[in-house]
């Protein structure tokens, strides 16, 4: 007895060889029929004895290659077609609706080992790769994932690789960018000694502490050595790039764990595919220069994932710095001739090589803690794959916001969340968000009905929104970092959200950013916030710590113990006037406030700095919180004033900001379960939705999710979407895509 089967699987399926997988598992188990790909993903028509096509089904969920990802299975029972063969059909395009493309992917051990097999046809070709791994999604300009749809089409097959790409049982079967030395893109070298071995060279020139931009797999990095103190400081300048740390790419995991402590986990994301940048704890003998990370105890280290890396990392071997090509709040350089220009007045040498780039795309960055893998920068190895968004409505498009910006495509219940994209203040920025925009609405056939913005008005994200002229929903920056935390999770109920950040603009007109909203999808009702405090020189204010720090101490009604100039002596008398400033709630002002007093640092070169070091200082001790009280009333207000004179009384007897920071961090948290509880009573919820940049901090979420779970709260952290603003866009969508399934467009902001 036989039966037919006809099989659809969902999911990222095309790309990462699962045609070949579905065709060595049906062969074995001796069914026969055929794969394709399809509008739907990968369809099967399989047909042989029934206890072999169990069999086949099972291993369809189970086997599958590590790389790809099953959402779902179909199957529905057809009538037998007597098939004599399994063959592997040719891709049929047309629809695409949802076939997923994967993500980059780091070089695999297999293609490794042919790397440097000197026997190998392929030894030393810094372009290897299979259909386990290699560029995807950042070289494809259309669906279904074919050659000539990717800017491979440009290279013609010699005819070994021919032979490979069309041999079902060869691990290079239809791997789309299948090269080799005689076919494949190459390497050139620019500013470097001539020779045939640009690897060599630029070895070499690094060797002698020179910058070299060199292409990557979403775009230019900007190379160092990062032991030469001299080389580092001078990149730094180059780039008008002051303290952000740089990332480190190490020539080896065992190299990595003589400079960082690495634990199971870590390494897990360190070797994963995805390969992103992990923030690990620097070891004090890490022999690395200082100008690297200066100021924090933690290091962005990973590892090669290119073969190119590979090559560079194991002859040069030692740590290199890789930050984005890129000058200062501009997008990574990713094409050859704008990346000589824009990169020219910083690099010594370049390093190219003439495989195009549709897609540019970072290092994605990511920090382990509470048991999860967190991603703070979403882009390389992590997009474009898709999440569910947890309602369904006509397409959407989510601006995201203008710092750290990430935009949201929405179908079908599904969201596609862009790569970072960086701060749109910059015009070339803007120029990427609306390329990148328009590829991926062409990638996921996304046709938007509606935007989503911020309800910034001043916003570019907003602007760059309703510029597509359709309907648009506003959206306020708190709700949606509590919308994105539950969709990410796949709640869809009221909670208790703790949307904590630098700054989001409130509906009153004010700066919102420590705020405890009662909310779901379809609205949300401000239910606590810090006590409010005047900011003076707007956003100034988040490059001057010590504005805040003086104004903190005015409200406190003490003494500010800052060095006094006519420039703090004006703004003094701006804050006690409360002229020409706004009123402020942010908590991230806060932690530079405190960062300031405990003598940190007054003056900052990126947003966070101070909240950054004033964490990297942080001791682990044994000493009561700050008093930081909950004042009850129809709206709770926290209120730092007994905070900072406390703060002030310990700088005065100079504890330092190892113990500030320590008294702080558990102040903040006992005042979130404080409040939380006073919530739970008002409204029965017992549910924290903890979002907004703050909760990067390891220190400030681990401290506040154990105190909350300790009061019985079930409590939501972000992980695979950013808790920063990288991540607000999947809360837009969904709370435009609700408001759409409700029919309820155009009737003003959702509040
Ligand atoms: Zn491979
Ligand atoms: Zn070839
Ligand atoms: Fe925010």
Redesign the pocket.
Known sequence: MRCRRIVVVHGTVQGVGFRPFVYRTAVALGLKGAVWNESGGVVIDVEGDPSAVQAFLRELGDGAPAVARVESIEQSESELAGHQTFAILESRPGATQHARVSPD?A??????AEMNDPADRRNRYPF???????PRYSIVSELPYDRPRTTMANFAMCRPCAAEYVEPSH?RYH?QPIACSDCGPRLTAVGLDSGDDPVGSAVRALRRGAIVALKGLGGFHLACDATDEAAVATLRRRKERWDKPFAVMFPSLSALEHAAVVDDSERASLTSRRAPIVLLKRRPEAGLAPSVAPGLDELGAMLPYTPLHHRLLSEFSGPLVMTSGNRSEEPIAWDNQLALGALGPIADAFLLHDRDIVAPLDDSVVRRFLGRERVLRRARGYVPETLPLGVTGPDVFAAGADLKNVFCLARDGTAVLSQHLGDLEGLEVQRSFERVRDHLRRLFDVRPRAVAHDLHPDYHSARLALDLGLPAVAVQHHHAHIASCLVENGRDERVIGVAWDGAGFGPDGTVWGGEFLLADLDGFERAGRLRPVPMAGGDLAAREPWRLALAHAVEAGLPWPGARSPKTEAVEAMIRKRVLTTPTSSAGRLFDAVASLAGLRDACSYEGQAAMELEAATLELDLPPYPFPVIDGTLLELDARPLIAAVLADARRDAGPGVIGWRFHAALAAAIEQACRLLRARSGLGTVALSGGCFHNVRLAAQTVARLECAGFEVLLQASVPSGDGGIALGQAAIATRRLARGAVGRGPVL
């Open positions: 992917l070089a695999c051990p297999a293609c490794l290897i790769n299979c259909t386990d791994c290699g691990r791997a």
